[in-house]
């Protein structure tokens, strides 16, 4: 397919996935392309992308998620980028609304699309919010940081909001591996915070643990769901409580030790604190795989 006939692409960014890829590719079947840049990981995943058909395959190792998601987005070839994630499932009904958005000649630079976070089974309850992941191909900007979460940068960006269907994350299977989620998450990020000069105090960790817990529990709906919705808004409030406090001990000589391998880790062998970008990746360093 040539980029001209390519109107909607779908990009993803996968390690060690294997859990939850496959149902994932199917959410974006819908797509006139799947761009897959795999972290070379290492519990089979890569080896299963490639016993599917109709994917454009890469692999390259981690450098930053910012960095991830600029060059898996240089290598689509559509008008219009979806962003989405080896464990995000888009729902039929997001589908349509998403090709008819991008039909429409008034359509802006991009689209938040709805997100449902549901707990962990073990507990009743979910989140709703929304995230901007569907843009106009050139418009999709990153800002080049080590952030976790990889902000768009919207400078001069027009964006909607399709409110027809929604975007399903795959939770946690208990709130334990959550808790570890959030403990290796907090070491990364408290990591880069240090690595900036931020420095913490015991009123900063005080206000950020309550500030939490009461946006969850109030903002989020946590009060909706009873005492599940109580232990997770102390959950998220316990996350911002690792990072005020990985921030107040003293700093550990390999931060990266730190993480476990297991979720919120970055893939072993990346630094926590990494330049805003590696160098273009060399020939020979990329692979593809085109199906």
């Given at each position: 397919?040539?980029?001209?006939?390519?109107?909607?692409?779908?990009?993803?960014?996968?390690?060690?996935?294997?859990?939850?890829?496959?149902?994932?590719?199917?959410?974006?079947?819908?797509?006139?392309?799947?761009?897959?840049?795999?972290?070379?990981?290492?519990?089979?995943?890569?080896?299963?992308?490639?016993?599917?058909?109709?994917?454009?395959?890469?692999?390259?190792?981690?450098?930053?998620?910012?960095?991830?998601?600029?060059?898996?987005?240089?290598?689509?070839?559509?008008?219009?980028?979806?962003?989405?994630?080896?464990?995000?499932?888009?729902?039929?009904?997001?589908?349509?609304?998403?090709?008819?958005?991008?039909?429409?000649?008034?359509?802006?630079?991009?689209?938040?699309?709805?997100?449902?976070?549901?707990?962990?089974?073990?507990?009743?309850?979910?989140?709703?919010?929304?995230?901007?992941?569907?843009?106009?191909?050139?418009?999709?900007?990153?800002?080049?940081?080590?952030?976790?979460?990889?902000?768009?940068?919207?400078?001069?960006?027009?964006?909607?909001?399709?409110?027809?269907?929604?975007?399903?994350?795959?939770?946690?299977?208990?709130?334990?591996a959550l808790l570890r989620k959030y403990i290796n998450k907090s070491a990364i990020m408290a990591t880069?915070?240090?690595?900036?000069?931020?420095?913490?105090s015991g009123a900063r960790l005080l206000l950020s643990t309550f500030g939490r817990f009461l946006k969850?529990?109030?903002?989020?709906?946590?009060?909706?769901?009873?005492?599940?919705?109580?232990?997770?808004?102390?959950?998220?409030?316990?996350?911002?409580?690792?990072?005020?406090?990985?921030?107040?001990?003293?700093?550990?000589?390999?931060?990266?030790?730190?993480?476990?391998?297991?979720?919120?880790?970055?893939?072993?062998?990346?630094?926590?604190?990494?330049?805003?970008?590696?160098?273009?990746?060399?020939?020979?360093?990329?692979?593809?795989?085109?199906?």
């Amino acid at each position: 397919m040539s980029s001209g006939d390519c109107e909607l692409s779908a990009v993803m960014i996968v390690y060690n996935g294997i859990r939850t890829v496959g149902r994932a590719l199917d959410s974006v079947s819908f797509c006139d392309e799947i761009v897959v840049l795999d972290d070379c990981s290492t519990d089979g995943t890569w080896e299963y992308l490639q016993t599917r058909k109709n994917l454009r395959l890469y692999q390259r190792r981690h450098t930053t998620m910012a960095g991830q998601r600029e060059y898996v987005t240089s290598l689509a070839r559509g008008r219009w980028i979806l962003t989405i994630d080896s464990d995000e499932y888009v729902t039929s009904r997001l589908a349509d609304t998403i090709r008819k958005a991008i039909s429409q000649s008034e359509a802006p630079d991009g689209f938040y699309l709805l997100w449902r976070n549901p707990y962990p089974p073990t507990l009743r309850g979910e989140v709703w919010g929304k995230h901007p992941r569907l843009m106009r191909a050139g418009r999709a900007r990153w800002v080049q940081s080590d952030h976790l979460h990889s902000p768009l940068d919207f400078a001069g960006i027009r964006m909607g909001l399709l409110t027809g269907g929604h975007v399903d994350h795959e939770p946690l299977p208990n709130l334990a591996a959550l808790l570890r989620k959030y403990i290796n998450k907090s070491a990364i990020m408290a990591t880069q915070e240090r690595a900036r000069g931020v420095r913490a105090s015991g009123a900063r960790l005080l206000l950020s643990t309550f500030g939490r817990f009461l946006k969850f529990y109030f903002i989020y709906g946590g009060w909706r769901y009873g005492g599940s919705g109580l232990a997770m808004s102390c959950a998220a409030a316990f996350e911002a409580f690792s990072k005020q406090a990985f921030l107040i001990e003293a700093p550990v000589a390999v931060p990266e030790e730190l993480q476990d391998g297991g979720p919120g880790s970055f893939p072993s062998g990346v630094r926590f604190s990494a330049p805003k970008e590696a160098p273009p990746v060399a020939a020979g360093q990329a692979k593809e795989r085109e199906k």
